[in-house]
């Protein structure tokens, strides 16, 4: 069975960094063609990719966010570390890791809201 | 402002067919497959069609996907209360280097 659950504060003060935590079980991230992605939404909002990691430490980010992500892994522990710096309030979203095979996401986890407020 | 158009809203009744769009561009669904997510209330999405049209296992066929050009569609066939959700279509952009998603459609079972 594969599971994944996102972990972090729930509120951070604008410009500071949040640091989010992906466990996740039932698969390894050491396996061919395997990557762990970030996603987040905004209250009420679509959805918006953020970050991506490969089984071979090939790392992706969105383009308009590059400067702030950084996405890191620990194949032992089975966990992917999102961080992102200068958070804004408008920031503030439900953030969820997921699996990734190939082009899609098939596994996510439930999500983690964030609050960026002083 | 998403690189992918998708209708804010869609509606039917119990039994009815619904189609939802998902319009984008050449370098995201023309040269890529599509993935459909299907999000319900308070809930993480759920992948619901992938590489275009292919259903993962446990997703009812009464939902279908299919891709033509630069555009993408979704068709729920027999309508159940159920399906009352959030729905997003979803390629990878070659030009972003990265997924994108659409605005998202929100579904109303009248």
């Known amino acids: 069975q594969i599971t994944l659950r996102e972990s972090g504060p729930t509120l951070v003060k604008p410009t500071q960094a949040l640091t989010l935590t992906c466990t996740f079980s039932?698969?390894?991230?050491?396996?061919?063609?395997?990557?762990v992605g970030w996603i987040r939404q905004p209250p009420g909002k679509a959805l918006e990719w953020l970050a991506v990691?490969?089984?071979?430490?090939?790392?992706g980010y969105s383009p308009s966010l590059k400067s702030r992500l950084t996405i890191t892994k620990d194949t032992s522990k089975n966990q992917v570390v999102l961080t992102m710096t200068n958070m804004d309030p408008v920031d503030t979203a439900t953030y969820y890791c997921?699996?990734?095979?190939?082009?899609?996401?098939?596994?996510w986890g439930q999500g983690t809201l964030v609050t960026v407020s002083s | 402002q998403s690189v992918l158009t998708q209708p804010p809203s869609a509606s039917g009744t119990p039994g009815q067919r619904v189609t939802i769009s998902c319009s984008g561009s050449?370098?995201?669904?023309?040269?890529?497959?599509v993935n459909w997510y299907q999000q319900l209330p308070g809930t993480a999405p759920k992948l619901l069609i992938y590489?275009?049209?292919q259903r993962p296992s446990g997703v009812p066929d009464r939902f279908s996907g299919s891709k033509s050009g630069t555009s993408a569609s979704l068709v729920i066939s027999g309508l159940q209360s159920e399906d009352e959700a959030d729905y997003y279509c979803a390629p990878w952009d070659d030009s972003l280097n990265g997924w994108v998603f659409g605005g998202g459609t929100k579904l109303t079972v009248l």
């Open positions: 050449s370098s995201n669904i023309g040269s890529n497959v």
């Open positions: 997921a699996r990734t095979t190939m082009t899609l996401f098939d596994y």
């Open positions: 590489s275009n049209n």
């Open positions: 990691i490969y089984w071979d430490d090939d790392k």
């Open positions: 039932g698969f390894s991230l050491s396996t061919s063609g395997v990557g």
